[in-house]
């Protein structure tokens, strides 16, 4: 059964870093485009970054740039979410994304182009 889990959400002051980890178990992360999405309450659903197969191409949104890194490390089938410079307008449910891809290079920015999909964790970004 193909599965996501992510880890690290957590309260942290404003300033601070937080590590997100997007851990997939039934399957091999190798081919497959990654993205990290995120909720805050009364709003819809946003991109944050994603990260390409093969070539691991990133996008992230213009929110978070200079800010997040994303990454992945293939040997641990985990997709990493590196958070600095926190602000409160961070605070969310941050959920990790996966989907199948053919070509090298290729990310998704939408969530609809996404087919598995973790449970989320909270992140809280406050004083």
């Known amino acids: 059964q193909l599965q996501l889990v992510e880890f690290g959400g957590a309260l942290v002051q404003p300033g601070g870093s937080l590590r997100l980890s997007c851990a997939a178990s039934g399957f091999t992360l190798d081919y497959y485009a990654i993205g990290w999405f995120r909720q805050a309450p009364g709003k819809e659903r946003e991109g944050v970054s994603c990260i390409s197969s093969g070539d691991g191409s990133t996008y992230y949104a213009d929110s978070v740039k200079g800010r997040f890194t994303i990454s992945r490390d293939n040997a641990k089938n985990t997709v990493y979410l590196q958070m600095n410079s926190l602000k409160p307008e961070d605070t969310a449910v941050y959920y990790c994304?996966?989907?199948?891809?053919?070509?090298?290079?290729?990310?998704?920015?939408?969530?609809?182009?996404?087919?598995?999909w973790g449970r989320g964790t909270q992140v809280t970004v406050s004083s």
């Open positions: 994304a996966a989907r199948r891809t053919y070509y090298s290079g290729s990310y998704y920015i939408e969530a609809y182009e996404y087919d598995y």
